[in-house]
């Protein structure tokens, strides 16, 4: 058999292939319709185990692993079918709701509005708030938690927030308020962040013995300060600690903070750019207590809690595969109280009201013990 046969014999064979998978998938409506009328879970584990073994055992040895690897690929978008169309027939699906926060196309991002920040004047926050809003109206609270309170009660229509740092990692503390306030997310920025050392007018490098700042700040330039051998104090923000020390008697104490900081607070640069990493950049998020997605979102945040058994993650995993959908961000951290089990951080691109981002939006609740929807957004670089 020459090659041309072999291909057209392929091509026979996708074709069988692809008219089966149709007629599978279109049977997920009818196991979609018995569910809903029963109340049974989509997710069977019983009868998956004993498909996978069927298939196993009806398989040539050599290509048992490719073949179980194939139906349960198959058996992931049959489910993720099956939890769209139960969702969309009840119409309270996490996908219903992000619809229902679809802003028209003709409402852009606003350019003015009220905003909470943490810190002060020349904090990180503020010069964020600053790019994400052409105008914006700022308050400052000392608290990650004070901004979520003014949001809340509508002192402030936005808060600003630091979510995650390129050296340092997720901001975990912002990630548990979103979910304890159930605020959404519906902008973020990348911020380039450049740490400098600042000092009171006259003071010299070798005067230094004692550097402040935010925890990350210090992190980030903690082979600068090695070197030069000063005590290092934590303060609530960098630009706490520049105000800290512009109000200080003292000749012997600088603070990280940026360049902004300098002018505001009269004080001395003696050294530029003092983070460890030039790569170093901080994603700040706008949150809203009110679910809105604006026009040209493509960026999507979700925090999912998976069952402490082997392949759960893989499961969750799987249906990005299935739906064609990109992840940009995924990052675990254990959940207080639950020895060796973990949470995760996802970060996802698809663009928002698309029937990908749709079906894995209401396919999730088999495969994972918690989902949490943060929302979908424009990130500003």
Avoid: W
């Avoid at 057209?8 to 009818?30: G, P, Q, S, T």
């Avoid at 050599?62 to 198959?74: G, H, Y």
């Avoid at 706490?240 to 990280?256: C, M, N, P, Y």
């Amino acid at each position: 058999m020459d090659l041309q046969q072999v291909r057209e014999n392929i091509d026979e064979v996708d074709h069988e292939l692809l008219d089966l998978f149709c007629k599978r998938m279109n049977l997920a409506a009818a196991v979609a319709e018995s569910k809903i009328g029963t109340g049974k879970a989509v997710f069977d584990p019983a009868r998956e185990r004993e498909k996978l073994l069927d298939v196993a055992r009806r398989s040539p040895e050599r290509l048992q692993p490719q073949a179980v690897a194939l139906f349960s690929l198959l058996m992931s978008m049959n489910k993720a079918e099956q939890q769209r169309i139960i969702a969309a027939a009840k119409g309270d699906g996490r996908a219903a709701r992000a619809h229902a926060a679809l802003k028209p196309v003709n409402e852009p991002f606003p350019a003015t509005a009220t905003v909470a920040c943490q810190g002060v004047e020349g904090a990180y926050s503020q010069i964020a708030a600053c790019k994400l809003f052409r105008v914006p109206g700022i308050t400052f609270f000392n608290t990650f938690e004070g901004v979520f309170r003014a949001v809340r009660d509508g002192l402030c229509d936005f808060g600003v927030l630091p979510i995650e740092n390129s050296t340092a990692g997720s901001v975990n503390a912002v990630y548990d308020l979103l979910a304890q306030y159930s605020f959404s997310i519906v902008r973020s920025l990348r911020l380039k962040i450049d740490h400098n050392l600042l000092v009171r007018p006259g003071v010299k490098l070798e005067d230094v013995r004692e550097v402040y700042s935010h925890a990350q700040a210090l992190a980030q330039c903690s082979d600068y300060l090695e070197h030069l051998g000063v005590r290092t104090h934590e303060l609530k923000n960098t630009a706490k600690s520049a105000e800290f020390v512009a109000q200080s008697d003292r000749t012997d104490i600088a603070a990280l903070s940026s360049r902004d900081c300098a002018a505001l607070y009269g004080l001395d640069v003696l050294q530029a750019n003092a983070q460890d990493s030039d790569n170093n950049y901080t994603r700040f998020i706008v949150v809203s207590a009110t679910p809105q997605i604006f026009p040209g979102a493509t960026r999507t945040s979700l925090m999912l809690t998976v069952p402490h058994e082997p392949g759960s993650l893989y499961r969750v995993l799987e249906r990005f595969y299935a739906l064609d959908i990109n992840l940009v961000k995924l990052e675990s951290r254990p959940i207080p109280g639950r020895d060796f089990e973990f949470m995760f951080y996802f970060d996802l691109e698809s663009p928002a009201g698309t029937e990908p981002l749709d079906t894995l939006l209401d396919s999730l609740d088999d495969v994972c013990e918690s989902v949490t929807y943060f929302g979908s957004y424009t990130e500003v670089l």
